[in-house]
Each structure stands twice: as C-alpha cells, then as structure tokens.
C-alpha cells in the first residue's frame, strides 16, 4: 500500500488553508498548486493532490471532468466539501480517494489526513460497506456461473472417482474395492453426487459424466486388477 508525506493543495482560495497547518502539524509536507502547474510537473510517487470543494459541485461536469483527469495522474482527496456538494459514490467513482466535509471538527480532520497519507480510502462506514458486499455479492455471482459452467468443480477428488468407477459399470462393492472404503461409505458418496448432480439414479448419473466429460476425468487412483 503507497504512502504519501506530500498534499499538493489545489483551491481557488488565496486565504490560508487549514489542510496546509494541519497536515504540516503531522509531518506531511504541502505545496500549493493550479491545474496546469500539475499536469506539467512530474508524477511523484508520494505525493497526492487535496482538491478543494469549496463553492462547487461536483455534479457539475467541469468540475467532475476536471477531478476525474487529476485523479489518472494523482491520488486525489476532496476537502472543503459542503455537505450534499458531493455524492460520495461518484467521487468514488472518478477515482476520489476521500472526502472532507468543511463542517468537519479539527479531530476527524487529523485523523482523515493521517488514514489517506497511509494509502487508505477515507469514505463514510455505509458506502465502504455497500462496496465490500458487492464485492462479494459479485464473487459469489461469479463462484455460481463458474460452478454452472463446469459442474463437476463441485465435486471432491473422491466423489469424481466414484463418478468413473460408477460410468464404467462399476457396483459399489466393486468402487469400495477400488478405493479401499466401505461400501457404505461409497453409498454416503452417491447421496451427494446424486444431490449435487441432480441425478435421480445411475443411469442419469452416467449422462450427467458423459455431459460433464467426466469420462475423460484421471482418477486419483490406481485401478485394482
């Protein structure tokens, strides 16, 4: 994770800003810059631009526009933003690392500067958990299509074993004998495979592994003569 000791402060203000004093207070250097001065200069990799939010919008597409092209030179943060001035999910999504609302005490102040100079995002609680259950909401998505794709992913080592002996006529005496188990073991084996592969007995089972390609499937065995 990047860690930044530099804030390139960008405002329209020529007043004194407080992200400059308090960011000097916590040893994080600050330089004040426009928008031409930073797409001039060279990309520094422990630097990161504060962009005031003061008097502006950023649903405004200028605004927007301009932030969005800051953000694929520089890790960037918002401050002096005015509550309702900025929807959290679309700086986000312009690739704003933080927001700083311009209500904000001098605490939570110190306390964003020193979560972004460490490379983390600094957003409220909801969105940063609307985002994590996404994620995993995608992955699970993705997990199901994979499982869908190639259903026999599902299935343990010793359940695909089970599935050839059984494809090649095999009984269960016969795969309990293959696999050094008890037959009754091949029998609890069969329950699954059979719910897994919503096969209702072996003859669907058998189309089910010529349709998975199961047939062509290396037991993890040495047959028995």
Request: hydrophobic letters at 40%.
């Amino acid at each position: 994770m990047s860690k930044y000791n530099k804030f390139l402060i960008v405002s329209n203000s020529a007043k004194p800003s407080n992200v400059a004093l308090l960011a000097n207070s916590i040893d994080i250097s600050t330089d004040t810059k426009n928008r031409a001065e930073l797409f001039h200069m060279d990309v520094d990799d422990t630097a990161m631009v504060a962009y005031s939010m003061a008097g502006k919008q950023l649903s405004h597409n200028h605004v927007a526009n301009e932030v969005h092209l800051i953000a694929q030179r520089f890790p960037i943060f918002i401050f002096d933003a005015a509550r309702g001035s900025c929807d959290p999910q679309q700086a986000l999504d312009l690739g704003v690392r933080g927001i700083i609302y311009c209500d904000e005490q001098l605490d939570k102040l110190l306390t964003a500067f020193k979560v972004l100079s460490e490379g983390q995002l600094y957003y409220p609680r909801w969105l940063l958990s609307e985002l994590v259950n996404e994620m995993l909401t995608r992955r699970i998505e993705q997990t199901n299509s994979s499982d869908s794709a190639f259903p026999h992913t599902a299935l343990t080592k010793q359940e695909l074993n089970i599935v050839k002996l059984v494809a090649q006529g095999a009984r269960n005496k016969e795969v309990a004998y293959q696999l050094n188990i008890s037959a009754h073991t091949v029998k609890t084996h069969l329950s699954s495979i059979f719910r897994k592969t919503q096969a209702r007995n072996r003859v669907e089972l058998l189309r089910w592994s010529q349709q998975s390609n199961i047939v062509n499937y290396h037991p993890d065995f040495t047959v028995k003569g």
